[in-house]
């Protein structure tokens, strides 16, 4: 049976493709989701996803995954930095989930270098723009591949 | 031409596959090492690597990647935290770097969460075991295309 | 006329019983909700309760409370520790109001020591599970009875 | 052409009027949006008003006015404090935005002294009660002319 | 047999009804624990209570309750945010113990927000004036024999 | 009888006009001050202004005020930032303040972030450049009125 | 009929004139006393005191001022930094109490230059020796006399 | 010889008696420094006395107590919490220096609790009215007398 | 003459070998102290040692060891982190004293992270269970014999 | 022509010489500055000086010497840790400054080790007494050298 | 089979002996050593030891000890504050270690208080210059024996 | 005799001229290092160098210099801010130390104002480029001549 991934998709990301498509691309969400949505499909993944600015909506698709979906890839854009809320969400499902960002936030104001939802995820990956999203489907089929297989990576 | 990528590798990781096999993997970091090589040649890139304890060492292996490298993968390890002349070396060379970290490192204490190095660094992979190197080459060549092809990912 | 109560439910509260049962208990919120209307109206409280995940929605329905309610019984949640907006419609309605939690939040996190609720609630209660709730409901409406009869506990 | 400006209302602002009339006193923020309607109608200006009690909606208003807006005015109340989200769409839209309080937040508890907000706005102005609006309408009017003409005040 | 619950109450709590009693009520702590006494009584509890000024005694007090009591009931008064040597005392006893506060220390000084006892305790309650010592009791009563018949409360 | 506002600018204001006139305007803070009398004869009020780069000077400008201005409108500059004796100065006047600043303190250096004035003063208004003065006017000359009709706005 | 006031001694301050006479003068705590008695008998002045190394034992001595003194005099050596007990007692005798230290406690340790107690005291007299304790007297005499003529100083 | 003892007023201090004489009392400063100079004369001491609102001028007077005073009274009012100038001024002079302060800065705002000025002087008196100026004068005549007879207090 | 070295020990040390014996030994203080009395008396030391739950008590005593013990060890136990008063009656006495812990405080919460004894004492040691006395024991020994020979140890 | 360097000197800078020549040197600030211009006039540089302990005649100074001076040296004195005024008054003449220090500013109390004047100034010299100012003028002469033949220093 | 200790020597501790021997005594490291290892040899103890300057190889010499030592001694000096790849190169061993320094840390400046090796070792010695050594030799032979006969002391 | 100045170069410096030349300038260090021993040479003073990106290395080649040269002149570069082993390292050669920085570490990241080996220097040069260099020799001889004949600068 196919491996169910949710995406998850935080505030302001609608705007992608939008605004200022000579610096952040012409391509909107849906066209990347488009494009993620047909690797997870040659990797045998059946992909889902969702975009909110509102935390609370993020919040109840995230807890709506229990026992619906096998994995979690969110970008949580500016909650990353204030929403106690998604990290419970996460936390609550205990399903592994690995967090993206379009930059490096390490690179930005002060503020932005905490993540309050990196500590319940498995694993974080920043600053390849929209490539993030591909590298963090391949780490998280490969972790769901190597726990189904009973040797997990570390 | 191939693509030139140096892998950096920090303090302690030399004891990889040497210390408690069940828990780190059984893989040496030769190993790892020799597999990474494989990836990449399969991508068309020419990889060497170091390892050092030293972050002085570190800093002249870096130094040295002037005018001979196209990117660079490093995993700082502890000196993540506490280095700014492995900082101030990866500016220096002004080339394309990714930041890899086995384990994720907003889950450990917390003089571990702010990272020295990651503000210089076009992105971060952490919390994959040995699979971030693998995230972090395909990173590094996707953006080396995309520069090399004129429209760097964001 | 019945005192009139309404109580406050924040996020994730929604997922109590669907989840880790074992841990959590089998009782989901609409249960707990319905068992603690029993002990309402066992005192003469005619109870109403809300739920979100999101937190504009919570401060609407605390803003309603002015002019319907007698008191408020409030269980934050994740927004306990970031929300300034609770915060503020807690003190618009001027309403003596009671903070529950679950869990002693003394023993989590050091982010979750603080409460930005708190200061304009009567008091708080936390660490007692489900009977947390039970517990809130005497102190409110003992508060009540004080200041009907004209004598506050302090 | 009609100058076109947004004004964009957060957190419990829409309990204004319906509370303790004799404190903030008794025209509702309906009322007082119609008044600065007007005045805006003898500026030259189409006013356009929103408020919400929830983060999100507020990001998404913001988000739409790219390209239907001149200009910007918010009061974010209780998120001017916590929200990096606001912070993010008031800096996606690229809009000259002016801030405003009601009250002077410098006055107020020590968490209200920081904005995260007024960073990515044109300006802020705080503690003349609902005459706060009348004033932010003028600096905008102003500072859109003076674009207009080629000579941006500073 | 009957539940053993020790009261313990810290430094200038003796002076109650002996100051000020508009303010904090004509009843002595004497008066209290009677009245307290008799609560307990009606639920089959045994209650034994203990006053100090002297934190040391207090220590002492706390650590006679090994093997002789079932539970404890704390007000730290003013040492709740400076005696690490009373949070070491409950620790030790391993026994269930709540926290109890007449006033609301959240709305009090800063320095009154933190609690060095709170996270070795299963719960704190605080705000309810005298009422808080009956809540107290209610919990641990409550917690004792969820305890006793196998379903801790969460 | 006309309303009497003194107007007070602080260190390095004399400068303006006189240095990179393309960035900061070709008008000295004398034309700027004269524009701003004009503004304040059509609404019936006559204006004193005062600069100095010594604090002490402002001190002693304002403590003069009482008994002699209906209000004050300051631009402390840097002094902002650092002067207790021009909080004390204020304070002691009695008299409604409004705090001017030509840049947007919030986009500039951390330590520019805080006002020790603002806490003592009727409300704030930044980012406007020299339009802020006329702001600032019409926010003193609302709020004289109101408070001689007896509505003080809020 | 007289007025009495209480002078209160904290921790190691009975081992004055014991040791190193050289530096702290040949006189013990007692003949200080006794001294400070003369003084006082001289100004129709009644002084008790009272030294003790244990917190709560200064707690105590104080709560029973409650109704027979007119005033405190309290040096809380050590204790002046960590006591929120001490602070409390002060404050619950509505007493005006007097601080006295010895050593000027700005010249010494960053954690001596806070004190708990003096919030709650009239004023502070601090680096004069001995003299220090006269000094308060006078104050303390001063103080009350202008409270009985109906003037209190400022 | 009498001793010759100088007496600096900082900032604001110039308004005594001019504002809110209900508050402050109807003394001015020159009528306080009078009755200062008279108890002065009782005790042998020549008196000369300084205010300005100016910390440069406040240093240069300090400065030029070097050869021709005794010793300093210094109420550095609000240049208290913020010159270092002031400091090195008192510290160049090797005068004693007693610091006052007419209310109690322990029970104002946080920034008032430190002094950069206390560190360099004999002692501090703050909290007792226009009287704190009578007692520094006594604590500085005790210790040049203590000084001249060759028994320092301490 | 024998050595005469005086052993304190701090709050709730007096529970050991009474609670848990399987974690802590079944050894009581008393047992420690009797056998550590053994290791001194085989090393020509007198031992005297004293257990306090109270500060004040712990303050008196080590007073009564000037002029009466060579040297001290002291377990400040809780009192390590909070009391100013031990470290004051520490350095009152002038004695070698050295700082003993059972366990290894750095291992444990951050807030026992800091000493305020170690700065008045010899040295620390720490981690080493009972055995920890022994070796304060021989590190106190070594000390006074290096100083009675003329040359202290570095 | 010939360069035309100010140097400007802070407070209490007037008093050396004046006070403990054994330790400050025998000589006034206006030899220093006598023997300065010596040096200054062998490297064809016009010198022109001023001291003031006022804040704003600093400032002032500073101020004038906008189309007047070649470059700038500054010894802020305490102004350094304390005066945003001259930093920016120094950045308004957009001239290159070199920041003097007589003492090493690292050896002294924690708050002189940050500068507030540095961050706009060329470069920083300090800890070699008076010849600090040799220094400055040398560095100050080499880098309009540099600038005036199109190469400067870096 | 001898016991296999390896003992580790930091940054500058190869100048012992060479600089001030009237303060650091006369001993080399390497007659420390020497002395150090005779002890060992009275207790059946093996002894290796290793000093470096540089980081990197401390680190390396530590990571060889994984199978070929039982324990360890570390004098980390002045990378006890700065080096988390000491830390982790400790923790990696998963051997008992004792840290050891010669003087008092908590003496010393703050930045030297804390230590990021500590929390990974056994335990820690501070204060008694050479002796320490032999002190945490008996420590680690102590903590082994209790191993090896199954009953460690704590 | 000549005067012997070792020269002691920190991490990354090796890679001066190598990389941008167009802005570091297109001096390799070696030249630097050559033009600065003419300059010595001029002066009479023997000039010795050493570059090393290993802090190790650099805490050797500075403990060499015990007894073998007069003065250090350093350029700690990144180790400024992270490196207490060369702070010991210098301090225990106490010889006077001039502490140089290329650029101005004030203008640069927050972390780069802090120096842990300017307290233990004589002074810091920052911010003139390769000129810093020549300066600080200078400082250097000024104060090793001034010493020689009897009157160390201040």
Redesign the interface.
Known sequence: MAMKIWVVN???L??LG???PA???AASLQEIMALLAQRAAALGVELHNFQ??????L??YI?RA?GAADGLIINP???T?????L???IA???LPCVEVH???I??REE??????T??V????????????YV?AL??LV??LRQRASGC???
Chains 1, 2, 3, 4, 5, 6, 7, 8, 9, 10, 11, 12 share one sequence.
């Open positions: 935080g505030p302001n609608g705007l939008k605004r200022e610096i952040y691309g909110s600015d509102v935390e609370g909506e919040v109840q807890g229990i854009a500016a909650y930095h204030t929403s106690v809320a990290r419970d969400a609550a499902t205990a379009l930059s490096n390490f690179k503020f932005r270098h905490q993540s309050l990196a500590p995820c498995l694993g974080t990956i920043g600053g390849f723009g929209t490539f993030s590298l391949e780490a490969e972790h997990e990576s570390r």
